[in-house]
């Protein structure tokens, strides 16, 4: 099965498409390590989208 290409994109609350190092397209923005199949969490108590940057 093919990865999800980097900059693939998901929303707080999706199932996370592609294990790796995922960023928040927002400021003030962090980066966390997510595993595909995890839900993508929230970021400063908010819903954001979340960015692959890098494979795990």
């Known amino acids: 099965m ?8 998901a929303r ?4 996370c498409p592609e294990s790796g190092i995922w960023k928040v397209v927002s400021t003030p923005s ?3 390590p997510i595993a595909k199949g995890n ?4 970021y400063d108590g908010k ?3 979340w960015k692959l940057t890098q494979y795990a």
């Not at 839900?39 to 929230?42: G, I, V």
């Open 12 to 15: 707080t609350g999706e199932t």
């Open 2 to 9: 093919a990865k999800k290409p980097i900059g693939t994109t």
């Open 47 to 49: 819903a954001v989208t």
């Open 39 to 42: 839900r993508m969490p929230p």
């Open 30 to 32: 962090t980066t966390a």
